[in-house]
């Protein structure tokens, strides 16, 4: 873990004191830059890194101009190759930014390079046979996350202000709670994906980690057409409406998740907030997982068609595997895997309409090593809101120092994407 204190702080409070003069962009970007060839070789968490310079010239209005980012490597950087994990791929260097990338430069960012990531976003632990392993900077030796783990590591340990990930069935958030960091998934479409590697179509999503939701607010602002975006303000002092599981035995929990979930429920009581316990038993999250990850394996398959038949030999095992398993189901299965998506996005958002949010776990477990069995159950409290395409959020919850992090996750209603921002940073005051 970084001991800088000021690589540790917000990309909001970074760029604070580059406006009030008391650091300068280029300071900050050298600091970082020591401190990815410092702490990278353990985490290996950036995979390219840019020869980047700060400017001294930035945008009055951007509360984040002068501060950094990093992009997963499914997203393109012009003149960086993306390689999506896997090197097979055979990557030439993009022409221009994906516009999400083009958006944070515009506010005045500055990016540092490329991300780990589980090859092709087909897996939740950045397990990489490419690129080597990315690792959590919360305990050596074990899994940030993924797919978009080289993100929250990166975000973690320091290494950058904010980073990019991709969001299918948890990407973002799942990574987000194992190291301890904030990973938002916004509405579907709220984020174009253009310039971004597709996985599934209808579940990809561009998601954001921080260390904080201020962080969060200022990048999806200066990544959102604001002509088709609501403005997103701070909270008041009202008290929300929440709704949560009546029975967390239902959800497949390790004893540490739900003793942190509980403690994290009743510091929200405390603080004036209104719980409400929902039926959730006939959701059938692992269905609805098991439906998600067939609907991109299928998807997979047609886009790697090419490579499939030119570099076979060159594919992770675990992805072929995958890839070979949906060459052998049926036009019946795949349509049948459409239906269970819909019912399930159909599920989320009428269980919840009654409510300002809905609280869950973001994941089972805690991060595991790397060289443990793979939990099957990573996405499944993840993956109901990409099916919705409603905005969800991985915030820490408190934990006994030196215990490995736990998320929770703030789901809220489609295209209420302001909304759900509010109530995250209230939420987040009421966790502190």
Known sequence: MNHNILLNETACEQARQIKAKTLSAQNLLSQQQDAIAQLNPAINAFV???????????????????????????????????????????????????????????????CLGKLNMHAMAMGATNHNADFGNCYNPARAGYTPGGSSGGSAAAVAAGLCGIALGSDTLGSVRIPAAYCGVVGFKPSFGALPTDGVMPLSRLLDHVGILARGVEDVIAAFGAMTDQKAAPPVHLPDSSALNLALPADLDDLGLADEVRHAFEQGVRRLQRAGHILHPVDFS???????????????????????????QT????????????????????????????????????????????????????TPQTAFDMHAAVPHNQADLTAMANMSGAPAISLPLPVAPGALPVGLQVLGHRGHDAQLLTIAHVVEKALL
């Open 48 to 110: 390219q890194v840019s020869k980047a310079f700060a400017s001294d010239e930035l945008p009055e209005m951007s509360v984040l101009a002068g501060s950094t980012f990093a992009v997963k490597d499914n997203i393109d950087v012009q003149g960086m190759l993306t390689h999506g994990g896997m090197r097979a791929l055979h990557a030439q260097p993009a022409a221009q930014d994906a516009p999400v990338v083009a958006r944070l430069k515009a506010a005045g960012m500055v």
């Open 282 to 308: 006939d959701c059938g999250f692992p269905a609805l997982r098991k439906a998600g990850l067939f609907l991109c394996e299928a998807e997979l398959r047609d886009t790697l068609s090419q490579t499939l």
């Open 311 to 362: 570099h076979r030999g060159d594919m992770p095992p675990d992805l072929l595997g995958m890839l070979d398993f949906i060459g052998t189901r049926s036009a019946q299965d795949i349509g049948r895997a459409v239906a269970t998506l819909v019912r399930g996005g159909q599920f989320l958002t009428q269980r919840i309409s009654a409510f300002d949010a809905l609280l869950l776990p973001t």
